[in-house]
């Protein structure tokens, strides 16, 4: 079935470091993938989506690249702010059995110190 | 506007009581969907709905009854509910049930005593 691994935190950074949560999938065929994140008591908001491969999605300074020969999806950001600190979930919508249920990773937790 | 909206934003309730969730959104999206996530853990489905039909119930037991009156508006109905209920109730919708992105709304933290 469909899954996707992301690497699990805490991670901790200064700010303005560059930023790198890794994540790969397993899925048939071609999913959308994405990245949400959620800061502290509040719901998921999509932050950036990739529908084919080679397709990079960029939104506030983030980036991922929708790598179908390793089946990953990093998330990149080159200098990252206080203001970052959040929970970064890794996902996908696919083909199968999950129906294009969105499968999510297990979470990353970021926090960004002054 | 990616706006979904959910009311209350709180909510605490005894294990008799009956309450309501409710979420909506006006972008024109036919699936809407309820997640439950506890602290530290990624969302999971409970329902979705295509076109105001119920089209998934991910084995939710029956104290919670969703409801979809019409294509903007989700409700989730709550009774006899347990502590292990509590946790944060999200709602999101999508144009559709293909590989569409979803857009969640802010949550409704539900504590049950």
């Known amino acids: 079935g469909n899954s996707v691994t992301q690497m699990e935190g805490p991670v901790t950074l200064s700010e303005e470091a560059f930023l790198t949560i890794n994540c790969t999938y397993t899925?048939?065929?071609?999913?959308?993938l994405f990245w949400y994140v959620q800061y502290p008591g509040e719901g998921l908001q999509l932050l950036l989506k990739a529908t084919k491969a080679d397709d990079k999605g960029s939104n506030k300074g983030f980036e991922a690249t929708y790598r179908k020969e390793t089946t990953s999806f990093h998330l990149e950001k080159g200098s990252v702010q206080v203001s970052d600190s959040a929970v970064y979930f890794c996902a996908l919508r696919g083909y199968g059995g999950s129906q294009g249920n969105l499968i999510f990773g297990k979470g990353t937790k970021l926090s960004v110190k002054p | 506007d990616t706006e979904v909206t959910q009311t209350p934003k709180h909510l605490v309730m005894g294990m008799t009581n009956k309450k309501s969730l409710k979420c909506e959104q006006h972008?024109?999206?036919?699936?809407m969907y309820w997640y439950k996530q506890k602290a530290k853990k990624p969302p999971e489905l409970m329902f979705v709905?295509?076109?105001?039909?119920?089209?998934i119930n991910e084995s939710v037991p029956s104290r919670f009854s969703p409801e979809c009156p019409n294509s903007s508006l989700l409700n989730l109905h709550l009774h006899a509910l347990q502590p292990e209920d509590s946790a944060l109730y999200l709602c999101?919708?999508?144009?559709?049930?293909?590989?569409?992105?979803?857009?969640f709304g802010p949550g409704t933290r539900l504590t049950v005593t």
């Open positions: 972008m024109g999206h036919r699936a």
């Open positions: 999101a919708s999508s144009q559709g049930l293909g590989l569409y992105e979803q857009y």
């Open positions: 899925a048939t065929g071609y999913p959308s």
């Open positions: 709905y295509s076109y105001e039909k119920l089209s």
